[in-house]
């Protein structure tokens, strides 16, 4: 079983950065992604960012471009998403997700989220 830990999160004024970390435990095998996904009050859960085991590859959506970097840290399995010139707009609880690709479907797990306050 994978299990997720978010740390990171909290308040800051806008232009400001936090640091955001994803650690895990469990089994993630050699074809997985960590990605980033996001819920403010009221919207629906958005994803913000992912990068995948082979290749490495990232992905980042419109609304984040520019300002947020993801990385891994493979060694220390942590996940890690740099968020820069904060907006009071990406103001949401952020939560870590895995999914693991495996011959019979893939394989999601969960973190319990971390709150992160933009101020403006």
């Known amino acids: 079983e994978v299990q997720l830990v978010e ?16 650690s895990i435990s469990g ?17 629906e859960l958005e994803g913000v960012s992912c990068i995948r085991s082979r290749g490495g590859t990232t992905y980042y959506a419109d609304s984040v471009k520019g300002r947020f970097t ?13 968020m820069s010139s904060l907006k009071p707009e990406d103001t949401a609880v952020y939560y870590c997700n895995a999914v693991r690709f495996t011959s019979w479907g893939p394989s999601n797990s969960w973190g319990q ?4 306050t933009v101020s403006s």
């Open 7 to 22: 740390s990171g999160g909290g308040l800051v004024q806008a232009g400001g950065s936090l640091n955001l970390s994803c």
């Open 70 to 82: 993801i990385s891994s840290d493979n060694a220390k399995k942590t996940v890690f998403l740099e």
């Open 27 to 43: 089994y993630l095998g050699d074809d997985y992604a960590i990605g980033w996904f996001r819920q403010a009050p009221g919207k």
């Open 113 to 116: 989220g971390t709150q992160v």
